[in-house]
């Protein structure tokens, strides 16, 4: 069974900084494109970064774009997002993602269970 | 970017009932490659159908997906109370992969 485990989310400062892990299982975790995903409070889906399954191709939206980096560690199915510089905007529960397929293009299939992370003084 | 508008905002219907879902695209998207997800109360969003039309493993054959081009449907026939829940669209063509804003679907 696929499971994808987020943890890391909690209260920051504005300006401050959290990381994120999402631990993989059930799949191999080496062959897989990974995405976050976020959801602002009442609001819809924005896929903001995503990393290919060896680091060779990652994407961020322009929203984080030199704020958050993106990276998996393949030793321990483990994927990260560190974020900085954060912003009352990047309020929001962080899923971690994947895709239907090793295909890079594919929809997501497998979500976690979220991690909120709130930006507030 | 491919900016994806969801109508209507939201749609209030009656168990049996059937839902239309419209899904419009600023530019073609390209290879069909089209996504619905349904997201309930709470909860991760969950695929429903992609590539257009196909339904994702589990997904009961009461929900389809049609559409090309700049213009997508998600029809449910037959709605259920446990339906309640907001459809995103998303396509993964072309980076970013944008979703839509979403339509909520109420049960009467």
């Known amino acids: 069974e696929v499971q994808l485990v987020e943890s890391g989310g909690g209260l920051v400062q504005p300006g401050g900084s959290l990381r994120l892990s999402c631990a993989a299982s059930?799949?191999?975790?080496?062959?897989?494109?990974m995405n976050w995903v976020r959801q602002a409070p009442g609001k819809g889906l924005e896929l903001i970064s995503y990393i290919s399954s060896t680091s060779s191709a990652i994407f961020y939206a322009d929203s984080v774009t030199g704020r958050f980096t993106i990276s998996r560690d393949n030793a321990k199915n483990s994927l990260y997002l560190q974020m900085n510089s954060l912003r009352d905007e990047d309020t929001a529960i962080y899923y971690c993602?994947?895709?239907?397929?090793?295909?890079?293009?594919?929809?997501?299939?497998?979500w976690g269970q979220g991690t909120l992370v709130t930006v507030s003084s | 970017d491919i900016v994806l508008t969801q109508s209507p905002g939201t749609l209030s219907l009656s168990p049996g009932e059937r839902a239309t879902l419209s899904c419009r695209a600023s530019q073609s998207v390209t290879s069909s490659y089209l996504a619905w997800y349904q997201q309930k109360p709470g909860r991760a969003p969950r695929l429903l159908i992609y590539?257009?039309?196909s339904r994702a493993t589990g997904i009961p054959d009461r929900f389809s997906g049609s559409g090309s081009g700049t213009d997508f449907t998600l029809t449910i026939s037959r709605l259920e109370p446990e339906d309640l829940a907001v459809y995103y669209c998303q396509q993964y063509g072309n980076s970013p992969y944008t979703f839509g804003q979403g339509t909520k679907l109420e049960i009467k």
């Open positions: 590539g257009v039309s």
């Open positions: 059930g799949f191999t975790f080496t062959t897989y494109r």
């Open positions: 993602a994947r895709g239907t397929s090793m295909s890079t293009i594919a929809p997501i299939l497998y």
